[in-house]
């Protein structure tokens, strides 16, 4: 048997040897036809994309639905995947998509893009973490992320709120890394604004 693609170097055959399978393995088996890999696929990463969709603003309902057109989407999907040893980045991408068709049936297009400095101005630059500090409570900070724009909504929750990797974050958005980093500092001073009483945006 070869090494699954995707899996890391020190894959080797046998149970005692692979007691966890990557992510690679169980969705090569999953385009096979495996019910049961893939249901291994679904309860290791069910809880984190569920967080993921809640954080970006869905409700329990839509959530749920997002949820099960990931899903089914990555079942149908399996036969793709060229990811890493993980499955999550791709399946962020998934979720995120299939929550942004719901949300763009009620509420189209997200907003204009504003400048960095008129953005770092109402932030207040200077000492993030201190002003961050100032502003703890859960509501707060929920009130702003659903007033940014849902792009920088999203690199904010994954990074920030969920502590995705950078490179991750990335590929889950379909961003270059560069490209990845300024959408989350403007995504960061955007935040900062708004918990600073900063105007919402009406875009």
């Not at 899996?7 to 385009?31: M, Q, T, V, Y």
């Not at 009130?143 to 994954?158: K, T």
Request: proline share 4%; charged share 30%; with cysteine.
């Amino acid at each position: 048997m070869t090494r699954p693609h995707g899996c890391p170097s020190g894959w080797k055959e046998g149970r005692a040897s692979r007691p966890r399978e990557c992510d690679a393995d169980l969705l090569s088996r999953s385009a096979r036809g495996d019910h049961r890999a893939f249901t291994t696929v679904v309860r290791r990463h069910y809880g984190a994309v569920y967080g993921l969709l809640r954080s970006l603003g869905a409700d329990d309902a839509d959530a749920e639905d997002a949820l099960q057109e990931c899903f089914v989407s990555a079942w149908r999907n399996a036969p793709s995947f060229r990811g890493g040893e993980s499955a999550r980045p791709w399946l962020f991408a998934i979720a995120r998509n299939a929550l942004r068709r719901l949300h763009r049936r009620r509420a189209g297009e997200p907003a204009r893009t504003e400048s960095l400095d008129s953005l770092a101005v109402g932030a207040g630059w200077g000492q993030p973490a201190r002003a961050t500090a100032r502003f703890e409570a859960a509501e707060e900070i929920r009130w702003a992320l659903a007033h940014l724009p849902e792009g920088e909504r999203e690199v904010v929750v994954m990074r920030d709120l969920l502590g995705v990797e950078g490179k991750e974050t990335a590929q889950a958005l379909g961003l270059s890394l560069a490209a990845m980093k300024s959408r989350l500092h403007r995504g960061r001073l955007r935040l900062m604004r708004l918990l600073r009483g900063g105007e919402v945006d009406d875009g």
